[in-house]
């Protein structure tokens, strides 16, 4: 949610909302209060193949991303073939990810006590995330630097979850008597009920490799698949012959319970003062004006288990072909629920047909583990924040790719911050982001909003939008 700084906050988030990043800093408050009580917040992200003009465009093709798709190809454009390229294929990449995410917290309260912070707070968070090969739209082929000539690998992840998260947070004392600055080791746990919605994971390998003593090229290809609810039923259908896209994908089905589980988010933060005061542990003593924030946290540690409807299929084959290359696509690939069936029919046929039934047996998937860690530096009415990411599971949130985040608030009126932030993650669009509030002491209002940037520059193009909902404090 801290879409204006570009994303992390390992360090920087408090309040009930670091239940989700580090519940350490549960115990960390900025202003004075006992009670904080929040909901309506909302943030979102897309990443499209396609340049989104203006919010209208942006908005309309994110709400794609939890709808149907209908068997009509958004058509390659022969003249504009090579933009496209460059924008999703740049540096010779041969594949490209993009994704759509969204996070609702429907309310969220913190209870502050002088040694002890307490928090529950409720969301929904979905993410849409697609990786395609180069070359279902080239056939510039790098096989020195991968080993493959052509890439024509199509994965897609889609994953709903509904959480309830309970946290705690106090200053590990023991550790704090051994240390002779003045400083504060705090450490934070929340549990969490999870329920999740519709489950995709799709993950399609098809690779060429020249055929050293002939023409022609070997193929690898293999398929790997899970689905659950709606999912499943589209690929029933496909694979008996009918039209897949008879019962559209809305999104109530997409979010309706498909499954369990539980999970846990764990977090250290090391507070230490540069100068003479712990106030933001301790409310009632004069407003820190110099501090350093070190923090750890790993959040989402479970499973979910898949009850609704449960499909797995998996096929792996080699084979050694002297066919010319593979057809060019006609059409773009965008993402929508159950697209793949329509786009892979449309270009080689789809490697489900080679299935007759698969597994029908309920499966479990792991939480997208990930582990971050955050450095906050804080002089006065300025925040300087650094943090780096990575996911110990490859799902529809998050690759294993690290991710880099760095923001910066300054507050020229103490009751309105500005914020800047910049999102670096290796063969995916970076992002610049903006934003600013109206912080008092009774309430917050927030709002945020990301740009892809181009050498490090911003466009115009709008990949995120935020807002935090009112969130009112009780002294």
């Known amino acids: 949610m801290n879409t204006a700084l570009g994303g992390g906050g390992t360090a920087y988030t408090t309040g009930y ?12 408050q900025e202003k004075e209060y006992s009670f904080q009580i929040a909901a309506g917040n909302f943030g979102s992200y897309f990443s499209s193949p396609l340049e989104s003009d203006g919010l209208h465009n942006y908005w309309s093709r994110y709400l794609d991303q939890t ?33 759509s995410r969204g996070e609702f917290h429907w309310i969220g309260m913190h209870w502050s006590r002088f040694d002890k912070s307490y928090a529950v707070a409720l969301r929904t968070r979905y993410s849409n995330r697609f990786t395609i090969g180069r070359n279902y739209y080239d056939q510039t082929s790098f096989g020195s630097q991968s080993g493959i000539d052509l890439d024509r690998s199509l994965s897609h992840h889609f994953q709903a979850l509904h959480e309830l998260s309970f946290g705690y947070a106090e200053s ?11 400083s504060q080791l705090i450490v934070g746990i929340a549990p969490k009920l999870v329920v999740s919605g519709a489950y995709l994971n799709s993950v399609y390998t098809d690779n060429y490799r020249s055929i050293s003593d002939g023409p022609g090229f070997q193929r690898h290809r293999s398929y790997n698949y899970y689905s659950t609810g709606r999912f499943t039923d589209m690929a029933d259908r496909f694979r008996n012959g009918q039209n897949p896209y008879d019962r559209e994908i809305n999104r109530p089905d997409l ?7 539980a999970g846990l988010d764990l977090g250290l933060t090391y507070l230490i003062t540069l100068g003479d005061d712990l106030s933001v542990v301790r409310i009632s003593d004069p407003s820190t004006r110099k501090s350093l924030r070190i923090s750890l946290s790993i959040t989402d540690i479970g499973f979910i288990y898949h009850t609704d409807s449960p499909r797995h299929v998996s096929i792996s084959e080699l084979v050694t072909e002297t066919s010319e290359l593979p057809e060019l696509s006609e059409g773009y690939f965008l993402g929508r629920p159950g697209e793949q069936f329509h786009f892979l029919d449309m270009n080689g046929g789809h490697p489900i047909m080679q299935v007759e039934t698969g597994n029908t047996d309920a499966f479990s998937s792991l939480l997208p583990t990930m582990i971050h860690t955050g450095l906050l530096f804080q002089v006065s009415r300025l925040k300087l924040m650094g943090d780096f990411s990575f996911s110990l599971v490859e799902s529809a949130f998050s690759s294993t790719r690290p991710v880099t985040y ?17 999102r670096i993650t290796p063969s995916q669009p970076d992002y ?28 115009e ?11 009112f404090y009780i002294p």
């Open 172 to 182: 590990f004392s023991f550790i704090n008597g051994l240390i002779p600055q003045l």
């Open 406 to 422: 760095l923001g910066t608030e300054i507050r020229i009126l103490s009751f309105i911050p500005l914020r800047a932030g910049l």
């Open 432 to 459: 610049i982001s903006f934003g600013t509030g109206l912080e008092t002491k009774y309430f917050d209002l927030n709002i945020g909003v990301q740009f892809r940037s181009q050498s490090l520059r911003p466009t």
């Open 67 to 99: 709808s149907g798709f209908t068997p009509v190809w958004n058509t390659v454009n022969t003249q504009n073939r090579s933009e496209f390229i460059n924008r999703n294929y740049s540096n010779d990449l041969m594949q490209s990810t993009h994704q």
């Open 461 to 471: 193009e709008i990949t995120g939008f935020s807002m935090a909902g009112l969130k």
């Open 17 to 28: 909302e670091s239940l989700f990043i580090n519940p350490a800093n549960l115990y960390i």
């Open 255 to 261: 979010f309706r319970p498909a499954g369990f589980g």
